[in-house]
């Protein structure tokens, strides 16, 4: 895909940052089959260009996202939503250039998860995180059944997977999850400050730091397929298609 062509995601790459901005902002950002297609194709653009040695990951407007919009799951086609998943998450995981995510508003479902596979994250005070799998009748997805234990210890981990509720950027940082909390609005801007530090070091030595300290992380592409079976054979009960269609317009 053409990024002149996207009408769901920016990519704008300048000064050897890479952009990436999710533009639904009437919608919460919510990400629909074209969203996550154009997100793809926006970190491989940026993930390959010489120019860029960061890529920032931000919701365009008060909100980061509010996760996968919901009528693809039961009123689109449901098994191209899962290929897509399937796709961003293990292109995300496997990106060589440093990901950073500055987070505003709401951070649900894969607002979430997809934190767990960027380096640095910056959410503002005003963050409200949820994974509300259980709450729909599915399962974690993004390999987070491994990664949110590791990253959060497991019982936090069990808390939010199991009750779905919401957390704040306080619990967050506390928990690991994020870098560090910022005054509402200015999640970027903190994010900015860190990004001029990186932007002095040498690409190769950034490339080699996360590359090694990757090995050491569980292989995500299996974990994330084998979620996504299960959350595919969740989602043709009739039971988890009442839940999601009881929350749709």
């Given at each position: 895909?053409?990024?002149?062509?996207?009408?769901?995601?920016?990519?704008?790459?300048?000064?050897?940052?890479?952009?990436?901005?999710?533009?639904?902002?009437?919608?919460?950002?919510?990400?629909?089959?074209?969203?996550?297609?154009?997100?793809?194709a926006a970190?491989?653009?940026?993930?390959?260009?010489?120019?860029?040695?960061?890529?920032?990951?931000?919701?365009?407007?008060?909100?980061?996202?509010?996760?996968?919009?919901?009528?693809?799951?039961?009123?689109?086609?449901?098994?191209?939503?899962?290929?897509?998943?399937?796709?961003?998450?293990?292109?995300?995981?496997?990106?060589?250039?440093?990901?950073?995510?500055?987070?505003?508003?709401?951070?649900?479902?894969?607002?979430?998860?997809?934190?767990?596979?960027?380096?640095?994250?910056?959410?503002?005070?005003?963050?409200r995180f949820?994974?509300?799998?259980?709450?729909?009748?599915?399962?974690?997805?993004?390999?987070?059944?491994?990664?949110?234990?590791?990253?959060?210890?497991?019982?936090?981990?069990?808390?939010?997977?199991?009750?779905?509720r919401f957390?704040?950027?306080?619990?967050?940082?506390?928990?690991?999850?994020?870098?560090?909390?910022?005054?509402?609005?200015?999640?970027?801007?903190?994010?900015?400050?860190?990004?001029?530090?990186?932007?002095?070091?040498?690409?190769?030595?950034?490339?080699?730091?996360?590359?090694?300290?990757?090995?050491?992380?569980?292989?995500?592409?299996?974990?994330?397929?084998?979620?996504?079976?299960?959350?595919?054979?969740?989602?043709?009960?009739?039971?988890?298609?009442?839940?999601?269609?009881?929350?749709?317009?």
């Amino acid at each position: 895909m053409n990024p002149e062509n996207f009408t769901d995601v920016q990519l704008h790459i300048e000064n050897k940052v890479a952009r990436v901005v999710i533009k639904r902002p009437d919608k919460l950002n919510a990400i629909r089959i074209r969203t996550y297609r154009e997100l793809i194709a926006a970190f491989i653009t940026a993930d390959a260009n010489k120019d860029c040695h960061v890529i920032t990951l931000e919701g365009e407007g008060e909100h980061f996202t509010a996760g996968n919009d919901l009528a693809d799951l039961v009123r689109g086609n449901p098994n191209e939503v899962m290929e897509c998943v399937q796709t961003i998450f293990t292109t995300v995981a496997n990106l060589k250039k440093v990901v950073i995510a500055a987070v505003e508003g709401v951070a649900v479902g894969i607002g979430t998860t997809i934190l767990l596979h960027c380096d640095m994250v910056f959410a503002s005070e005003a963050t409200r995180f949820r994974l509300p799998f259980a709450n729909l009748g599915v399962c974690p997805e993004g390999a987070s059944s491994v990664l949110l234990p590791h990253a959060i210890g497991q019982k936090a981990a069990r808390e939010v997977l199991f009750t779905g509720r919401f957390f704040s950027a306080t619990e967050a940082l506390q928990w690991g999850l994020i870098n560090s909390v910022s005054q509402s609005g200015k999640a970027y801007e903190d994010a900015r400050q860190h990004i001029e530090i990186l932007l002095k070091q040498p690409l190769a030595s950034l490339l080699a730091t996360k590359k090694l300290m990757r090995e050491s992380l569980a292989d995500v592409e299996p974990i994330v397929a084998a979620e996504l079976q299960m959350f595919s054979q969740l989602l043709q009960t009739s039971a988890t298609r009442k839940r999601i269609e009881a929350i749709l317009p």
